[in-house]
């Protein structure tokens, strides 16, 4: 994730290394004081949210959060 804009017009990507690796190159705007505000939404609980979460791991369950989002397996 890009956030604002870098210091150079140009800047140079290896976009074969980000092909090979499956890379996902996301940018945005970031504007001054918009995170708590987000926040604030979120936390208010007028936003159905459950839609956006699609699994819950424990601390624990680490390892299994990483392969499930390696490998997109549904949880047993």
């Given at each position: 994730?890009?956030?604002?804009?870098?210091?150079?017009?140009?800047?140079p990507l290896n976009l074969?290394?980000?092909l090979q690796k499956?890379?996902?190159?996301?940018t945005?705007?970031?504007y001054?004081?918009?995170?708590?505000?987000?926040i604030d939404l979120l936390a208010s609980g007028k936003f159905?949210?459950?839609?956006?979460?699609?699994?819950?791991?424990s601390l624990e369950?680490?390892?299994t959060a990483l392969e499930?989002?390696?490998t997109s397996k549904k949880k047993a």
């Open positions: 994730m890009l956030i604002g804009f870098p210091n150079a017009e140009r800047v074969t290394l980000m499956e890379i996902d190159l996301f945005t705007f970031r001054t004081n918009t995170y708590p505000l987000g159905n949210t459950k839609a956006l979460i699609t699994d819950s791991y369950e680490t390892a499930r989002a390696r």
